[in-house]
């Protein structure tokens, strides 16, 4: 119900725009949230949105989450990006506002975001 788009092989400076398509229900009242996971490594948050917008440190000034809800669509707008931002890119949707992956429901299957240094 989530499909992730997007990704590719980026130099470190570049950008890259990922999309989060959402099919078989609105996902239009739930938080929608970008993760990320780089080999050896957990899961972890990169950013969420409902009507605000929350990002992690580690992301905050370089990445944008936005969304189109007429669209069905969340998308994450990667700027200056660093080797060290390499990971398999997931998006997300859930009822409740956090930053732990557990708490939320559906899942896209991801999409590898690779930085060159």
């Known amino acids: 119900q989530l499909q992730a788009s997007g990704g590719g092989l980026v130099q470190a400076g570049g950008s890259l725009r990922l999309s989060c398509a959402a099919s078989?229900?609105?996902?239009?009242?739930?938080?929608m949230g970008w993760f990320r996971q780089a080999p050896g490594k957990e899961r972890e948050f990169v950013a969420r949105a409902l009507v605000t917008q929350y990002y992690a440190d580690s992301v905050k000034g370089r990445f944008t989450i936005s969304r189109d809800n007429a669209k069905n669509t969340v998308y994450l707008q990667m700027n200056s990006l660093k080797p060290e931002d390499t990971a398999v890119y997931y998006c997300?949707?859930?009822?409740?506002?956090?930053?732990?992956?557990?708490?939320?429901?559906?899942w896209g299957q991801g999409t590898q975001v690779t930085v060159s240094s």
């Open positions: 997300a949707a859930g009822w409740l506002q956090s930053t732990d992956a557990t708490k939320y429901t559906y």
């Open positions: 078989g229900r609105t996902f239009n009242n739930y938080y």
